[in-house]
């Protein structure tokens, strides 16, 4: 594993951590019955039935992205536990991760052949 490329990437990494742990604390609230125990705040926009509809489709959209970015973090801190165990660079297959590959996503798990 090329030195530079791993701290490069562990830099990238990291700051991703930060980016991702930033968003997903700023606009929710804290709730154990939610994956990563954070879900989206409700919006109070009104009380008519159809600002109501509305609050609801907020909700629903802002819950996807919040475990998209649950789902992105997961990946994320599963590169840096690889690089703090020294696996890093290894596909879960047994194979060498391509430098192209970590240098386009850092977080990659699988080599280009696996990851289809």
């Given at each position: 594993m090329n030195k530079q490329l791993l701290e490069t990437n562990q830099a990238k990494l990291l700051a991703e951590q930060k980016r991702l742990k930033t968003i997903l604390t700023h606009g929710s609230n804290v709730d154990a019955e939610f994956p990563g125990g954070r879900k989206p705040k409700f919006a109070e926009v009104g009380?008519?039935?159809?600002?109501?509809?509305?609050?609801?489709?907020?909700?629903?959209d802002d819950l996807s992205v919040d475990e998209n970015l649950e789902a992105r973090l997961k990946l994320v801190d599963a590169a840096l536990a690889r690089i703090a165990d020294g696996t890093y660079g290894k596909c879960a297959m047994g194979d060498e991760i391509e430098e192209a590959r970590l240098l386009a996503e850092p977080a990659a798990a699988t080599c280009i052949k696996h990851a289809k």
């Open positions: 009380t008519e039935q159809s600002e109501n509809a509305q609050e609801s489709e907020q909700f629903a």
